[in-house]
């Protein structure tokens, strides 16, 4: 590793604190668009432990499936907007709360 | 030489009839009748069963740069989520509302879905089985919620659709790590580096969080709670594919991970997996028991017949993935069998979704009646149908494993499972009250006959002469070792 580049370890930590973020946001936020955000921030995440790891093993294939996971959440964004907005015209709210016709 | 791309014939046919029906849709008016773009749908679907059956003259082997693997074990999930496929289809052709104009659309998901649910059984690259994942995934959700006007439609579709997306998130993370650990994402090469990785615990962590994602996709305690209520809101025909078909594209993939990537681990992944099996057991057949929606009383069955398709893994090497094998064909045959037949009885509104509203289905038809009799003595495990050989298979395997304890836990849970299915159908075979209005009787259109036969007839042949698909099934788990050198 050259001088004064910043260690691949602080990379990983970084990553592992927004995936922290990302699933502590997913479970106590109450709006669904909110929710959302905190899952793409997982992948995020995800993208940036794999960027990190290729780097390191000099193996192209992390950078590649960063591109796959970047493809997969955009058609998962299109589809979960969507169903917001379904949601959203059949019940008039978004709070997580108020989402509760089915129950145990 | 194979060509590479007879490796995933089946999947390349599924996708040109997704693309034909949704072509075919776009060119017809608004208003017309869309059945027949079903009856294309199908017709792919069987055209994908040939191409499975086909690869089987294939000598066993991957294609791909070693991302896509056909042996006799990805044959025979194919031919199993191709047939869950065709009888959601036909069952969907009939009792869909035929004037709506999504109906195209409807069709060519559930086609893109089987491609996405086909391809997880045959990859062996972590990125193949992440994007096999998500094609059956994001599929699903959008058929989960088809009924988007009434109030349930969409909050089943978004309740998948999050609890799905954060469990992917979790496997997602695994892939990284074990990519981290060894510098690679091949299943095959993964097993070969563990030993060599550089470092243990990131070893766990992935496996553990793997774990995470496919145990929520096929639906396993503790990892279960979105299942009833996404059966519930969902169009039963939807039900009858997804409580199927992407479980067994899970179990495909959870069977080359377990001894694919990870056989190693197995002193830490047989008892996790024993616990979870109990704990599906439990949890689901105990929920079971008060329910009166009939739709979430089988979603909470479903999560206890994951603990008894899990207890196969107690034995553990060959005869652990055979009997796996059986158990989800023959919990495919008799799940879409009952839930087809939910849907002719219940109505594509679902006006009657309550275990009283079943009352006297025998006399008002004595078909309909007698086969939803017959399913759900399967799901009992009474012997003579599949659900019993399947039952039967798993515990004997566990046992032969040395955890009797096991079986024993199973063999009550049984007990308990059969309370309530019981239950419903004593509800079917009882007569109306007096004074009530008796309901229409259900009819059965050509295309359903064909989903509820080819469901019985599967169910039937499971139970009565299960040798043919238990030799499959072990041939599937013999070429599965002869190349991943367990």
New interface residues.
């Given amino acids: 590793m050259m001088n004064g580049m910043v260690p691949s370890s602080w990379y990983l930590l970084l990553s592992a604190l927004l995936f922290t973020m990302g699933v502590v946001g997913f479970l106590i936020k109450r709006s669904l668009i909110t929710v959302f955000m905190s899952i793409e921030l997982m992948l995020n995440a995800v993208n940036l432990t794999f960027v990190t790891f290729a780097h390191e093993w000099h193996a192209v294939k992390g950078q590649i499936f960063v591109f796959f996971v970047m493809m997969v959440a955009a058609a998962e964004a299109a589809v979960g907007l969507a169903i917001l907005i379904a949601i959203f015209r059949a019940r008039g709210t978004l709070n997580v709360d108020q989402i509760d016709r089915m129950k145990l | 030489m194979t060509p590479d791309v007879l490796r995933i014939l089946p999947e390349v046919v599924l996708t040109v009839t997704g693309v034909l029906v949704m072509l075919a849709d776009a060119s017809m008016a608004r208003a017309a009748s869309r059945r027949s773009l079903g009856w294309l749908a199908a017709l792919g679907v069987v055209g994908a069963l040939c191409a499975s059956v086909w690869q089987l003259a294939l000598p066993a082997g991957t294609a791909f740069y070693n991302t896509v693997q056909t042996d006799a074990f990805s044959v025979f999930f194919h031919v199993v989520v191709c047939g869950i496929v065709l009888a959601a289809v036909l069952l969907s052709i009939d009792t869909l509302p035929a004037d709506q104009h999504h109906l195209g659309e409807y069709f060519a998901l559930m086609v893109f879905g089987a491609v996405g649910m086909c391809l997880l059984s045959s990859a062996v690259e972590l990125?193949v089985v992440?994007?096999a994942l998500?094609i059956s995934s994001?599929s699903t959700?959008?058929l989960a919620?088809y009924r988007?006007?009434?109030?349930?439609?969409?909050?089943?579709?978004?309740?998948y659709?999050?609890l799905g997306?954060?469990a992917t998130?979790f496997l997602?993370?695994g892939?990284?790590?074990i990519?981290?650990a060894t510098?690679?994402?091949q299943i095959t090469e993964i097993a070969s580096l563990i030993p060599a990785a550089r470092s243990h615990s990131l070893v766990l962590l992935s496996f553990a969080l793997l774990m995470v994602g496919v145990l929520f996709k096929v639906s396993a305690a503790p990892f279960h709670v979105w299942t009833?209520?996404v059966y519930?809101?969902a169009p039963s025909p939807v039900v009858a594919l997804m409580s199927t078909a992407p479980k067994a594209g899970a179990f495909a993939v959870l069977i080359r991970l377990l001894y694919g990537a990870y056989p190693t681990l197995h002193t830490i992944w047989l008892p996790l997996l024993w616990m979870v099996a109990v704990l599906s057991m439990t949890v689901g057949n105990l929920?079971a028991l008060r329910q009166t929606n009939v739709k979430r009383m089988l979603a909470y069955s479903s999560i206890a017949h994951a603990g008894y398709l899990l207890a196969a893994f107690a034995g553990v090497g060959l005869q652990g993935i055979a009997a796996a094998s059986f158990y989800v064909a023959a919990y495919a045959a008799m799940n879409v069998g009952i839930f087809a037949l939910i849907t002719v009885a219940g109505g594509y509104e679902e006006k009657r979704a309550l275990i009283g509203d079943f009352r006297g289905l025998v006399y008002r038809s004595p078909l309909v009646g007698g086969l939803m009799l017959f399913f759900l003595i399967s799901l009992v495990g009474i012997p003579f149908t599949g659900g019993f050989f399947a039952k039967f298979y798993s515990f004997s395997t566990a046992m032969q494993g040395g955890a009797g304890w096991l079986v024993l836990i199973g063999l009550v849970n049984s007990g308990v499972a059969a309370a309530y299915y019981l239950r419903f159908a004593l509800s079917v075979a009882r007569p109306a009250a007096s004074g009530t209005h008796a309901g229409e009787t259900p009819r059965l259109g050509l295309a359903v006959s064909l989903a509820v036969g080819l469901a019985a007839i599967a169910t039937l042949a499971l139970g009565i002469l299960p040798g043919h698909v238990l030799d499959a099934a072990h041939a599937a788990a013999q070429s599965f070792a002869a190349i991943s050198g367990f």
Wanted: overall charge negative; glycine content about 16%.
């Fill in positions: 990125l992440f994007i998500e994001i959700y959008v919620g988007k006007q009434t109030a349930k439609g969409p909050e089943a579709a978004i309740k659709f999050l997306s954060f998130g997602l993370y892939i990284a790590m990519f981290g510098g690679t994402t009833p209520d519930e809101g929920a």
